[in-house]
């Protein structure tokens, strides 16, 4: 691995030459004349590049909603994230962190809930202060993806402002409703920034965003009507016996 030092780098392939970026750094590398893959490496390419579509879905509904920066890092850690959750489970994506310095725990003691109403409620809470902070911003970010045809359905998005104190603030709690209806899987993102007077604080530890809920598309239920049992009629059978009473006269046939 060679490190490109230059007024103009670039990214991609010249020629047998790759330069990608790695941790702030421009790198070059040659592109191997063979490779050889056995049954494993197939299967774990499939399972990575099945990951990286789910992660690259997951960004382009989300991240352009964001007001922050997240790390560049981002990519890969989402991407281990979800194959750390194992396949189709989406509710592994729980509390994956966009900004991977901070956390929502940062900021807010008690988890928030996501209601069957479209609701995220932020129960009420003493919120410590943050130096300079006077302002803390909260917006809610919701949007379905269907990963099965690979399309985001629709975004929405909520707001709200909470004035600080130097020491401690009450937080007496909200409900920040958000309504994305259609097919597919519904993942909440809550986003934190703090502010000053006027401007936004830009430090890596005063902003967040985390997933704080993943809601499934819930399967339509069939009602099952019971059918009456019905009434079954026997007919005589023509080899049993026949008791006849006592007073009447059994003729029996020829």
Request: proline share 4%; hydrophobic share 35%.
């Amino acid at each position: 691995m060679a490190i490109l030092d230059s007024l103009i780098p670039f990214k991609g392939r010249l020629g047998n030459i790759i330069s990608y970026e790695r941790n702030g750094k421009h790198c070059l590398r040659t592109v191997p004349q063979t490779v050889r893959q056995t049954d494993n490496t197939r299967r774990a390419a499939k399972v990575f590049g099945a990951a990286s579509r789910k992660g690259a879905l997951i960004r382009h509904a989300i991240t352009p909603e964001l007001n922050i920066h997240p790390d560049h890092v981002l990519v890969n850690r989402l991407n281990s994230y979800i194959l750390g959750a194992g396949r189709n489970n989406h509710a592994g994506l729980l509390n994956f962190r966009f900004k991977g310095y901070t956390g929502l725990d940062r900021f807010f003691g008690s988890k928030t809930e996501f209601k069957k109403d479209g609701s995220l409620h932020i129960p009420a809470q003493f919120i410590q202060g943050y130096g300079d902070a006077l302002r803390m911003e909260l917006k809610v970010i919701a949007t379905r993806i269907d990963f099965s045809t690979r399309t985001i359905k629709g975004t929405d998005t909520a707001h709200l402002k909470i004035d600080l104190n130097k020491e401690f603030h009450y937080f007496e709690g909200a409900d920040l409703r958000v309504n994305v209806p259609g097919k597919g899987t519904l993942l909440v993102v809550l986003q934190v920034k703090l502010f000053t007077e006027d401007f936004d604080i830009r430090d890596k530890k005063s902003e967040a965003a985390d997933i704080v809920a993943v809601v499934e598309e819930q399967a339509p239920q069939v009602t099952h009507t019971k059918e009456k049992p019905r009434t079954s009629f026997l007919l005589p059978n023509p080899g049993a016996s026949t008791t006849v009473p006592e007073n009447q006269v059994h003729i029996q046939r020829e």
